[in-house]
Nanobody, 123 residues
Framework: DVQLQASGGGLVQAGGSLRLSCAAS????????IGWFRQAPGKEREGVSC??????????ADSVKGRFTISRNKGRNRNTVYLQMNSLKPEDTAVYYC??????????????WGKGTQVTVSS
């Protein structure tokens, strides 16, 4: 079965960094674009970033451009997608989910979700 396991969340001060990891299994990893979504309390879930499988092209929500970087399959950990988050702000506080994704006028989910990891940014 499809599994997307997110990890790496935590508590960090504003201006700090975190790196999230998403380990994928149960499907052909290279057939899917994988991305990150987040949901803050009282808000709708939003697409943060997506990386395509075909050419590694990346997409970001305007709110995180220049601060977040998505990557996939680097290092010894195959079938893994990373989200490097720098210059974190309190408004980045949310539960972050990795999921299969597509890109239109925004990043959207294409069917598979993983469990989330909490990111809390203190001011």
């Amino acid at each position: 079965d499809v599994q997307l396991q997110a990890s790496g969340g935590g508590l960090v001060q504003a201006g700090g960094s975190l790196r999230l990891s998403c380990a994928a299994s149960g499907f052909t990893f290279d057939d899917y674009a994988i991305g990150w979504f987040r949901q803050a309390p009282g808000k709708e879930r939003e697409g943060v970033s997506c990386i395509l499988s075909s050419d590694g092209e990346t997409y970001y929500a305007d709110s995180v451009k220049g601060r977040f970087t998505i990557s996939r399959n680097k290092g010894r950990n195959r079938n893994t997608v990373y989200l490097q988050m720098n210059s974190l702000k309190p408004e980045d506080t949310a539960v972050y989910y990795c999921a299969t994704c597509g890109v239109g006028d925004r990043v959207y989910n294409t069917g598979y979700w993983g469990k989330g990891t909490q990111v809390t940014v203190s001011s």
